[in-house]
């Protein structure tokens, strides 16, 4: 089946050559096409030209669908890489506490924070946390994201962390948003235990089963994630349980340098991880080794923005050449899915300019979750998620607050969304 969208103002393709990701002046450099046309053929990027010479090479194609676009933009589908979707309860009050100044370890201190929503989750079934993941992955997909990483990490034992990522494998099976699952054994230490028992019990009982669990096709985790911080899972456990993940294939993609500097960073690349996530207090010396080691930093602007959390050192890390990603950190403490705002924040608080923050939360963003040769740029071969804008201007997708200049959204070549009447 093939699909043609012609009368493209600029086709933002990110890319031509098949760059895994894009790092310092590159990310600059978004390779616009004026005045261009796309051919889909199922759900991938059969062609893509300037307008007259596709409308002659395929005038004898028949076309299921003909989209003209009428001089506006075509960006990629947006690549969130860094999620919390699945959780039960309702943490607003902690919002409140938060505008009291209370800070996130208060609130964790108190037993609220992560803690909570454990117990929420405790209580809920895989049906009913499998109906709101479902809402809210509806509205990621709605907002302009089409292809979202999701971890687990409300589960905190064996039998909820298993039912978190079965979770996800549903909403895999079942959703149009493409997404990348995360097991996060080491979210929080539940009361009762310390973080030595529970790196042990994640290492030699947990990471055994979900492995079991893996091989039965249950559940679909691609990378382990811990929660480094000070007085949580410090450096020696943080290693120990992605050591544990890797040799089970897991990839390391964890949260590290959020509150405390502990130079996760420097661990996390002599061990090859994939990526990690917050990044306020990075020091020079963690900038140096993700570069060194190809470790992708994944800003979240609104965790900072919320926490009132100093603001990354994004403009070191981009200019030593770091790959540079973007997630929205969706969940409980911080309720934002639109990458379209994430960006406007890494714009406006973190200072990229617009095309750096459309590549970190595009090409960027997909490597950092190993989905980079397939997404995040609009190239031959690639998967055709793209989103037609009602505008002549792609930066209106970062500009507009609050607003969307979405016209079409294409997921896998499918029409998913039409907000163009
Ligand atoms: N920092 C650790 N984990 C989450 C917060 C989860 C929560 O507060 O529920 C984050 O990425 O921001
Ligand atoms: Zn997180």
Not at 154 to 178: C, F, L, P
Not at 269 to 289: C, F, K, M, P
């Amino acid at each position: 089946m093939y699909t043609l969208l012609y009368n493209i103002g600029e086709i933002v393709q990110i890319s031509i050559s098949k760059e895994p990701f894009k790092t310092q002046s590159l990310m600059r450099d978004l390779h616009i096409l004026n005045n261009g046309a796309i051919v889909i053929k199922d759900s991938e990027i059969f062609d893509i030209g300037f307008n007259d010479e596709i409308q002659t090479k395929y005038a004898n194609t028949v076309f299921s669908y003909k989209f003209d676009v009428k001089g506006n933009s075509v960006v990629p589908g947006l690549v969130d890489a860094h999620t919390h979707p699945v959780f039960a309860g309702d943490r607003v009050h902690e919002f409140a506490m938060k505008l009291d100044g209370k800070t996130y370890m208060d609130i964790h201190k108190a037993g609220g924070g992560i803690m909570y929503s454990v117990n929420c989750v405790k209580n809920a079934n895989e049906s009913t946390l499998y109906e709101s993941l479902n809402q809210r992955l509806n509205k990621f997909l709605k907002s302009g994201t089409t292809l979202v990483e999701c971890k687990s990490g409300y589960g905190i034992d064996t039998e909820n962390e298993i039912k978190m990522m079965k979770v996800i494998k549903r909403a895999q099976d079942h959703m149009k948003i493409s997404i990348v699952s995360t097991y996060l054994p080491a979210h929080t230490i539940p009361p009762g235990m310390t973080e030595n028992e529970m790196a042990n019990l994640i290492c030699d009982e947990e990471i055994p089963i979900v492995k079991k669990m893996i091989e039965q096709g249950e559940i679909n985790p691609e990378q382990i994630d811990v929660f480094c911080e000070k007085n949580i899972y410090e450096l020696e456990s943080t290693e120990r349980i992605l050591r544990a993940g890797k040799s089970i294939g897991l990839e390391g993609n964890f949260h590290g340098e959020e509150l405390n500097c502990l130079n996760s960073c420097v661990m996390g690349g002599n061990l090859g991880v994939r990526s990690i996530s917050h990044l306020e207090y990075t020091s020079d010396e963690d900038i140096a080794a993700m570069r060194d080691s190809k470790v992708c930093a994944v800003l979240l602007p609104s965790t900072q923005y919320i926490l009132h959390l100093p603001i990354p050192p994004v403009r070191k890390m981009i200019d030593e050449g770091v790959i540079v990603a973007l997630g929205s950190d969706f969940n409980p403490n911080a309720w934002c899915y639109d990458m379209k705002f994430i960006m406007n924040l890494a714009c406006v608080n973190y200072r990229m300019n617009m095309p750096e923050a459309l590549v970190a939360a595009t090409l960027n963003a997909a490597a950092s979750i190993g989905r980079s040769h397939l997404y995040g740029s609009i190239e031959i071969g690639k998967k055709a998620d793209l989103l037609v804008l009602n505008c002549a201007n792609w930066e209106h997708i970062i500009y507009e607050i609050c607003d969307s200049p979405i016209s079409l959204i294409f997921k896998h070549g499918e029409l998913v969304h039409d907000f163009s009447n």
